[in-house]
């Protein structure tokens, strides 16, 4: 499983170059890049990254703060790099919990290091993410993380995949119920849900919006405590607007 990154830097040129870097480690994938702490904590809630990359320049007493109001929302942070023209702020981030300090221009051999260090001291769980889909003699793999919902028909299952694709397999939805990772749920007789493209849950309506699709996906009473569920967990995550 890959790690993911997220760069809060205002400086386009560091932060391209940073991900240029960053490319010769295939197991390290860039969720996003922000300017600023605002839209840094903003997707940081988000996308749950695993690592969070900072160009201590701008502001480090900004990306220090950033880090006390992390911990209001977060039971566990995620990974946390500074990076400066300067060694002046160093100790600043390794007192508040920052995993490394780079040094401006970035150099290949420092962030080796701390790839290797991070790989030694924080491994990824692996967790199997290719679903094989058997028929007689026809063996069919897919990426469970590019699947937005599967739907039933009839003793079949059709899965929607996020480049617009459907592949049918001959197998009824409850047999890819306990197979497939937890983030999929089943919201309806019909349908189960990967939960990371979830987008809006509307009870009124009794529909789910994902990514990539314009039409909605219902879900039943029956299973409202899923929903539930699904919303304590999104809304957790999430920065709540004023009402």
């Not at 702490?37 to 809630?45: A, F, M, Q, R, V």
């Not at 060694?87 to 920052?98: E, L």
């Amino acid at each position: 499983m890959d790690y993911t990154y997220l760069i809060i830097d205002a400086n386009a040129t560091t932060s391209l170059q940073l991900q240029s870097q960053m490319r010769e480690f295939q197991d390290f994938s860039c969720a996003g890049t922000v300017a600023n702490t605002d839209n840094g904590i903003n997707h940081i809630l988000k996308l749950l990254p695993d690592i969070v990359i900072v160009n201590f320049n701008e502001s480090a007493d900004t990306y220090l703060n950033m880090v006390l109001q992390l911990h209001q929302y977060l039971d566990k942070l995620p990974i946390l790099i500074a990076a400066s023209k300067t060694k002046d702020r160093a100790y600043d981030a390794i007192k508040n919990g920052f995993f490394d300090y780079w040094l401006l221009p970035y150099d290949e051999f420092d962030i080796r290091k701390t790839v290797l260090k991070l790989r030694r001291q924080i491994p990824k769980e692996t967790v199997p993410t290719t679903l094989c889909l058997r028929t007689y003699r026809d063996y069919h793999y897919i990426d469970t993380n590019e699947i937005l919902y599967l739907k039933a028909d009839n003793n079949a299952t059709d899965f929607f995949m996020r480049d617009g694709s459907k592949i049918s397999a001959f197998k009824t939805l409850k047999t890819f119920e306990g197979t497939l990772p937890e983030n999929f749920i089943r919201v309806h007789q019909s349908y189960i849900l990967n939960v990371k493209y979830v987008t809006r849950i509307n009870y009124g309506k009794g529909t789910c919006t994902l990514r990539n699709i314009e039409h909605q996906l219902p879900f039943s009473k029956s299973y409202k405590k899923r929903i539930d569920a699904l919303k304590s967990i999104l809304s957790k995550n999430a920065i709540a607007s004023p009402r």
